[in-house]
């Protein structure tokens, strides 16, 4: 990769102009190095089948690699001498992909969803709400239930705790709260978590 940069002298009263090529080599991330990118003059070298070949240098450990077939892979860049294993990379790239993989299958994901509501509310309204909440519980995801407060509604908190409170009765069976109502600004909020 090749880089320009345009340099102007002063002494010559910018009547000069300079170009100048310079080789920048991409960085290498020496916890991925293997073969020909490992830049270091002594290494510490793990043969294929545990066995510590000794220090030695770069060039000596990549024959020994490639007279096996195997790849040349630095697995420890920050000890002194750096420390790499002679192994089959690609192998090793699999196995990692696997362990990922299975790591992911066995974390669970749970979702936060959120219900909406109002201190004046009508009762089917909320029964409503109630089954939406219930539907997000069953799936075992999170429901942060959200009541909002607007203008005057504000000096009447007592009637929004009671339809809050009523919301919670009602969704008992799936879900219990984490704490109590707290208001969050103009806002009540509860977190419920699915029943086990």
């Known amino acids: 990769m090749f880089e320009c940069v345009n340099l102007y002298a002063d002494d010559f009263n910018h009547s000069l102009f ?20 490992i830049r270091d003059k002594e290494i510490r070298v793990i043969s ?47 196995e ?14 749970v ?4 219900v909406r509501l109002r201190p004046g509310i009508e009762s089917n309204d909320l029964n409503t709400k109630a089954n939406q909440a219930i539907k997000f519980l069953k799936k075992g995801d999170k429901v942060k239930v959200e009541l909002r407060f607007r203008g005057r509604e504000l000096g009447h908190k007592d009637i929004g705790k009671e339809v809050m409170l009523k919301f919670i009765d009602i969704v008992k069976e799936f879900g219990e709260p984490t704490k109590a109502p707290a208001f969050e600004g ?11």
């Not at 310079?22 to 991925?32: A, G, N, Y």
């Not at 690699?65 to 192998?91: H, T, W």
């Not at 990692?96 to 066995?106: A, C, G, L, W």
């Open 186 to 196: 103009n806002n009540m909020v509860v977190m419920i978590d699915p029943k086990k």
């Open 96 to 109: 990692q992909s696997r362990k990922e993989k299975e790591s992911k299958k066995k974390q669970k994901v």
């Open 48 to 94: 294929d089948n545990g066995e510590q070949l000794g220090v030695m240098s770069a060039k000596e450990a990549q024959t020994i690699a490639n007279n096996k077939n195997l790849d040349l892979v630095m697995i420890s860049p920050n000890a002194n001498p750096p420390v790499c294993k002679i192994m089959d990379y690609g192998k090793y790239k699999y």
């Open 18 to 37: 300079i170009f100048i090529k310079i080789w920048r080599c991409p960085t290498i991330s020496k916890e991925l190095a293997i073969n020909e990118q």
């Open 111 to 114: 979702n936060i969803k959120e």
